[in-house]
T-cell receptor
Framework: DVKVTQSSRYLVKRTGEKVFLECVQDMDHENMFWYRQDPGLGLRLIYFSYDVKMKEKGDIPEGYSVSREKKERFSLILESASTNQTSMYLC??????????????FGQGTRLTVV | AQSVTQLDSHVSVSEGTPVLLRCNYSSSYSPSLFWYVQHPNKGLQLLLKYTSAATLVKGINGFEAEFKKSETSFHLTKPSAHMSDAAEYFCVVRANQFYFGTGTSLTVIP
């Protein structure tokens, strides 16, 4: 069974802390994604990665960075956490096929609270 | 450019009555379209996907969606709502990344 695992379900961090959110997939997918989800705004893409060591900015990259040193792992880093980064964070992965039509598989989400 | 518009932010239905969740898309080329469901405090689960093989797509839990190119729509339906269908539903179009609608919250009234 396919699996995307996020390291924490719930996190509470202090303002100014450096925060690491980890995501691991076991499907050998090329593409991985980080989204944040806020009520009324749906899912907004922070960063995505086509392959190892490759990354692309999404719609809201400010205040975030990512790392993909291995194919199965995609990390989201909050350089200096702020209260407006309190949110649900969702990781996803998918195969890359020319022409698309491959779905994304999601982790269970990390609810981050910054105090 | 790709985008998705979910026409209703909230839908309420009585148990046993039909469900209709509306989605319009914009795509520069032949789209890949998906519907996902999210139950409270859970990740997103794929309901169904359009792969251009057939315009009427059947998914899990009795859901269906019909791709209508002329209307640029991909509405989600179910003949009879169940209490367990209460959740948030997202319509998604894929290009190099996935573009999400803002979601429709479905309430099922007993």
């Amino acid at each position: 069974d396919v699996k995307v695992t996020q390291s924490s379900r719930y996190l509470v961090k202090r303002t100014g802390e450096k925060v690491f959110l980890e995501c691991v997939q076991d499907m050998d997918h090329e593409n991985m994604f980080w989204y944040r989800q806020d009520p009324g705004l749906g899912l907004r893409l922070i960063y995505f990665s086509y392959d190892v060591k490759m990354k692309e900015k999404g719609d809201i990259p400010e205040g975030y960075s990512v790392s993909r040193e291995k194919k199965e792992r995609f990390s989201l880093i909050l350089e200096s956490a702020s209260t407006n980064q309190t949110s649900m964070y969702l990781c996803a992965s998918s195969l890359f096929l020319v022409g698309g039509q491959t779905e994304a598989f999601f982790g269970q989400g990390t609810r981050l609270t910054v105090v | 450019a790709q985008s998705v518009t979910q026409l209703d932010s909230h839908v309420s239905v009585s148990e046993g009555t039909p469900v209709l969740l509306r989605c319009n898309y914009s795509s520069s080329y032949s789209p890949s379209l998906f519907w996902y469901v999210q139950h409270p405090n859970k990740g997103l689960q794929l309901l169904l996907k359009y792969t251009s093989a057939a315009t009427l797509v059947k998914g899990i839990n009795g859901f269906e969606a019909e791709f209508k190119k002329s209307e640029t729509s991909f509405h989600l339906t179910k003949p009879s709502a169940h209490m367990s269908d209460a959740a948030e539903y997202f319509c998604v179009v894929r290009a190099n990344q996935f573009y999400f609608g803002t979601g429709t919250s479905l309430t099922v009234i007993p």
